[in-house]
C-alpha cells in the first residue's frame, strides 16, 4: 500500500487518466491531477471530490512550476498528450507541440523544483511502425520506423524522457504500452466506434449500418485496468532510464474485434459497410508486443480476458447514447 504517497497524473480527466486516478485511490494515493478549465471532467464522475484537480497546462511553463512546489508528488504520471493517430495527419504541428513541447516543459518544471519524483511517461508501441514479419514480437531493441506524425511525436517523447534521465537525473521510466481499451474509451478509436455504432443500432438511433476502417490491422490490446496497474508497477518497480513494453502478447485483427463485439449485440443483422474517411494515409500492419522484460522486472500480467473488456466497452456506450 501507498499511504501517504502523493501522485500527480497529468491527462487526469481522459481514458486513461482517469482510470489510473481510481487505481491509485484504491491503493491509498493521495491523487492530484491537471486540468484545464475546459477540461471534460465526466470520467472522473466515479470519484468527484476523492482528487484534488489543479488547474495547469502542459504549455505554460509557470503554471507547471507553481504546481510542482504545491503538490511535491512522489510519483509522476503522464499522460497528457494528442493520443488520437488519425488526428495527427491532419494536425501535425499542434501534435508535436503538445506531445513533446508540453514533456519538455512537465520535465523542466520537475528538474528545476529540486524534488525527485518517480516518472512514468506513457509512450506507444506506434513508435516502432513498419514492422517486418520477423521481428514479432516486437521487443523494445526493435528499430523505429514510424507511420505518423504521432509516431514520431512520440518517439521524441520518449528519448527526452531518457536524455532527461542521463543529464539531469530524473528517475523517469519509459512504458511503451501497446493498444489497451475498455470503459470509457474515446470514440474515435476503432474498437470504441464500433462499441458506439452497436449501441445506437440497438436503441434505434442508427440504421443497421456499421462503418468501419482497415479490418485487416493486427492489435495487442490490453485491459485498460490491466494497463494501469502495469504503468503504476513501472513507477514502483521499473529501473529509471529503461524503456518496457506493455502488452499481451496476443494480436487480434479488426475484423476479429468487430466479430467479438457482434456477438453481444441485440441487433442480430447488421450490415458492415468501408468508410474512406476511417482509412489512414498510411497504417501499420501488425503490432504485437514482447512483454517478457515488463514481467521479469515487475512480475505483471494481464488478467481481464478480451471479450470481457469488449462487453464492458459495449455496456459503457449503451449507458452513454
Known amino acids: 500500500m501507498a499511504k501517504g504517497k502523493r501522485a500527480l497524473i497529468t491527462g487526469i480527466t481522459g481514458f486513461v487518466g482517469s482510470h ?29 471530490g476523492s482528487v484534488k484537480l489543479l488547474e495547469a497546462d502542459l504549455l505554460d511553463p509557470h503554471s507547471l512550476d507553481t504546481l510542482l512546489l504545491e503538490i511535491r508528488p512522489d510519483y509522476i504520471f503522464h499522460f497528457g498528450a494528442q493520443s488520437f493517430v488519425q488526428a495527427s495527419w491532419t494536425s501535425p504541428s499542434v501534435t508535436l507541440e503538445i506531445n513533446v513541447v508540453g514533456s519538455a516543459n512537465l520535465f523542466e518544471a520537475v528538474r528545476k523544483s529540486k524534488i525527485n519524483p518517480r516518472i512514468q511517461i506513457a509512450c506507444s508501441s506506434e513508435e516502432y511502425g513498419l514492422v517486418e514479419k520477423n521481428e514479432m514480437p516486437i521487443k523494445e531493441t526493435n528499430p523505429m520506423r514510424p507511420l505518423s506524425p504521432y509516431a514520431v511525436s512520440k518517439i521524441a517523447m520518449d528519448y527526452l524522457g531518457y536524455q532527461y534521465f542521463k ?47 482497415n479490418l485487416k490491422a493486427i492489435r495487442d490490446y490490453t485491459d485498460v485496468r490491466d494497463m494501469v496497474r502495469g504503468y503504476m508497477l513501472a513507477a514502483q518497480q521499473g529501473d529509471a532510464g529503461e524503456v518496457y513494453n506493455i502488452c499481451t502478447g496476443i494480436g487480434h485483427t479488426m475484423e476479429e474485434v468487430l466479430k467479438i463485439l ?14 474512406p474517411d476511417r482509412m489512414r494515409p498510411s497504417d501499420v500492419d501488425v503490432l504485437i508486443g514482447d512483454n517478457r522484460k515488463f514481467k521479469k522486472v515487475t512480475g505483471w500480467r494481464p488478467t481481464i480476458p478480451f471479450e470481457k473488456t469488449m462487453e464492458d466497452l459495449l455496456n459503457y456506450w449503451r449507458e452513454n447514447v
Do not use: C
Open 20 to 48: 489510473m486516478a481510481e487505481l491509485l485511490l484504491k491503493e491509498d494515493f493521495e491523487v492530484s491531477g491537471i486540468s484545464r478549465w475546459r477540461s471534460n471532467k465526466s470520467n472522473l464522475i466515479n470519484i468527484n
Open 167 to 213: 543529464s539531469y537525473g530524473l528517475q523517469i521510466v519509459r512504458t511503451r504500452g501497446f493498444n489497451h481499451t475498455g470503459p470509457r474509451r474515446g470514440e474515435v478509436f476503432a474498437e470504441s466506434t464500433f462499441a458506439k455504432q452497436i449501441a445506437q443500432i440497438e436503441k434505434g438511433i442508427n440504421t443497421p449500418i456499421i462503418y468501419v476502417g
Open 262 to 275: 457482434l456477438k453481444f449485440s441485440k441487433v442480430k443483422k447488421i450490415k458492415i459497410q468501408k468508410d
